[in-house]
């Protein structure tokens, strides 16, 4: 349960919920049941689940940074960023906060700074109900992938 509280950043419930249903056959049988842990939590759960996500390279990042969200955002290239590069993405970072009410979520392995930029563009236009599904979607993705790492 130690292992698995930090795959669903700053939120624990999900592994708590998900333990349940051990034991799990395999790492997809895990997956599906924490995803579905989410995905049954109240509305307010999930929203707290998506704010306790830090912005990528943003101003707010360095506090917010756990070990996980720290190693994603190198792993994309965001702590090399130019002085440039970081003022566009804090200009998307504010402009996404503030129609949406949180943070823009996106599973960064296999990206780099352009490829974010490029759905964070992208995604700018959607509702916020179509964000809160494309978070939540997101933050699957993040966790399959923490849980992957964990388990190699």
């Given at each position: 349960m130690a292992?698995?509280?930090a795959?669903?950043e700053?939120?624990?419930?999900v592994?708590?919920?998900?333990?349940?249903?051990?034991?799990?056959?395999s790492l997809?049988?895990?997956?599906?049941?924490?995803?579905?842990?989410?995905?049954a939590?109240?509305?307010?759960?999930q929203?707290?689940?998506?704010?306790?996500?830090?912005?990528?390279?943003?101003?707010l990042?360095?506090?917010q940074?756990t070990?996980?969200?720290r190693?994603?955002?190198?792993?994309s290239?965001l702590?090399r960023?130019?002085?440039?590069e970081?003022a566009?993405?804090?200009?998307l970072?504010?402009?996404?906060?503030?129609?949406f009410?949180?943070?823009?979520?996106?599973?960064v392995k296999?990206?780099?700074?352009?490829?974010?930029?490029?759905?964070?563009?992208?995604r700018?236009?959607?509702?916020?109900?179509?964000?809160?599904?494309t978070?939540?979607?997101?933050i699957?993705?993040?966790?399959?992938?923490?849980?992957?790492?964990?388990?190699?």
């Amino acid at each position: 349960m130690a292992r698995l509280a930090a795959i669903y950043e700053h939120s624990p419930w999900v592994a708590e919920r998900s333990f349940e249903a051990r034991p799990f056959a395999s790492l997809e049988a895990l997956h599906a049941a924490m995803q579905g842990s989410m995905l049954a939590a109240t509305a307010d759960e999930q929203m707290a689940l998506i704010r306790a996500h830090p912005e990528l390279a943003g101003r707010l990042a360095a506090a917010q940074l756990t070990e996980h969200s720290r190693a994603e955002q190198a792993g994309s290239g965001l702590d090399r960023v130019s002085a440039e590069e970081r003022a566009r993405m804090q200009a998307l970072n504010d402009r996404y906060r503030e129609k949406f009410g949180f943070p823009f979520i996106v599973a960064v392995k296999g990206l780099g700074w352009s490829g974010i930029i490029e759905r964070m563009e992208a995604r700018l236009p959607n509702t916020r109900e179509a964000e809160v599904a494309t978070a939540l979607e997101q933050i699957g993705r993040i966790a399959r992938f923490r849980l992957e790492a964990l388990a190699s």
